[in-house]
Nanobody, 123 residues
Framework: QVQLIESGGGLVHAGGSLRLSCAAT????????LAWFRQAPAKEREFVVG???????IISDSVKGRFTISRDEPQNTLYLQMNSLKTEDTAVYYC?????????????????WGRGTQVTVSS
């Protein structure tokens, strides 16, 4: 199965934007559902947004209207565009993948994970 590597995290002021990338190696992302999860300090890892290989999406209410997920099949890469960032978006962001037609929202259903990238939003 594919390996996933996140990049693009950093420090940004509230109201700013960041774009995260998740590059897949060792295989193709086609037929994979891909998702972004995040884990804030002292909190459980939570589902943020996911996209199936046919383009269906599920997005959590906490980021709806601010975050956009996209996938580039030729580049074998997943993206997360984050706008209007808030301090509560501060977390380590992980991309995850699973070969399925559904979009699971629980982490234990995902087969492969990246190591995460830190996003810090200052006030």
């Amino acid at each position: 199965q594919v390996q996933l590597i996140e990049s693009g995290g950093g420090l940004v002021h509230a109201g700013g934007s960041l774009r995260l990338s998740c590059a897949a190696t060792g295989g193709t992302i086609s037929m994979y559902t891909l998702a972004w999860f995040r884990q804030a300090p002292a909190k459980e890892r939570e589902f943020v947004v996911g996209v199936s290989w046919v383009g269906a999406r599920i997005i959590s209410d906490s980021v709806k209207g601010r975050f956009t997920i996209s996938r580039d099949e030729p580049q074998n890469t997943l993206y997360l565009q984050m706008n209007s960032l808030k301090t509560e978006d501060t977390a380590v962001y992980y991309c995850a993948g699973v070969r399925t037609t559904r979009i699971p929202t629980t982490q234990n259903e995902y087969q492969t994970w990246g190591r995460g990238t830190q996003v810090t939003v200052s006030s």
